[in-house]
């Protein structure tokens, strides 16, 4: 049973365009939606989150959109640039003893084409 | 500050024979995290900490144990490895924000292990 989905392995955009990766859910009682990235050899490194109350938040040139009622968040990042090019997570939050327990997609490779 | 440390970046083990992930951090988080990545997969969570001395059961969490004696080290035992281990292997840590932010989880680059 996979809580968090992503269901594109891949993705390829051109250098200047806007790159949008999906994520959808089945919790409801998320508190956090979180984006990690990710480049070969090391570990996740944490992008952007949004709590579970609102529709959007932004960050520079990366946004994240919440849709409750459809259980889905995107990622936007506009414009592209080749040092985005990496695997993508996608997460959610719960809190229990007071430690944040993620619970991951499989991630998304997105790779930026000059 | 160096971060989430892992050691060692590589393994190989045979089957049945037993190992220790080690983990630190030098940020003084309370919150320490194992993962485990199988590949084309989502990290999952096999055990977390939230302080020293006690520890908690993930998603994960057959086969390996854990323990937390000081705030700077959680390593991962691996007792009687299994072909079904073979992954890499992600430590992160994090401390309590405020309300109305979220934690961020600090990664170490991971431990590649494979058993054969």
């Known amino acids: 049973d996979q809580q968090v989905k992503q269901n594109s392995p891949s993705l390829s955009v051109q250098e200047g365009r806007i790159s949008i990766l999906n994520c959808d859910y089945t919790?409801?009682?998320?508190?956090?939606f979180l984006w990690y990235k990710k480049y070969p050899a090391e570990g996740p490194t944490f992008l952007i989150s949004?709590?579970?109350?609102?529709d959007k938040n932004e960050d520079g040139r990366f946004t994240v959109f919440l849709n409750k009622s459809a259980k889905h968040l995107s990622l936007h990042i506009v414009p592209s640039q080749p040092g985005d090019s990496a695997v993508y997570f996608c997460?959610?939050?719960?809190?229990?003893?007071?430690?944040?327990?993620?619970?991951f997609g499989q991630g998304t490779r997105l790779t930026i084409n000059p | 500050n160096a971060g989430v440390t892992q050691t060692p970046k590589f393994r190989i083990l045979k089957i049945g024979q037993s190992m220790t992930l080690q983990c630190a951090q030098d940020?003084?988080?309370?919150?320490m995290y194992w993962y485990r990545q199988d590949p084309g997969m989502g990290l999952k969570l096999i055990y977390y900490?939230?302080?020293?001395?006690?520890?908690d059961k993930g998603e994960v969490p057959n086969g390996y144990n854990v323990s937390r004696s000081t705030t700077e080290d959680f390593p991962l035992r691996l007792e009687l490895a299994a072909p079904s281990q073979t992954s890499v292997y992600f430590c992160?840590?994090?401390?309590?924000?405020?309300?109305?932010?979220?934690?961020?989880?600090?990664f170490g680059p991971g431990t590649r292990l494979t058993v054969l």
């Open positions: 949004i709590s579970s109350i609102k």
């Open positions: 900490s939230v302080g020293a001395g006690i520890t």
């Open positions: 919790n409801s009682m998320f508190d956090y």
């Open positions: 997460a959610a939050s719960t809190i229990i003893q007071g430690a944040q327990k993620l619970v």
């Open positions: 992160a840590s994090s401390y309590r924000r405020t309300s109305g932010l979220t934690d961020t989880q600090y």
């Open positions: 940020m003084n988080h309370n919150y």
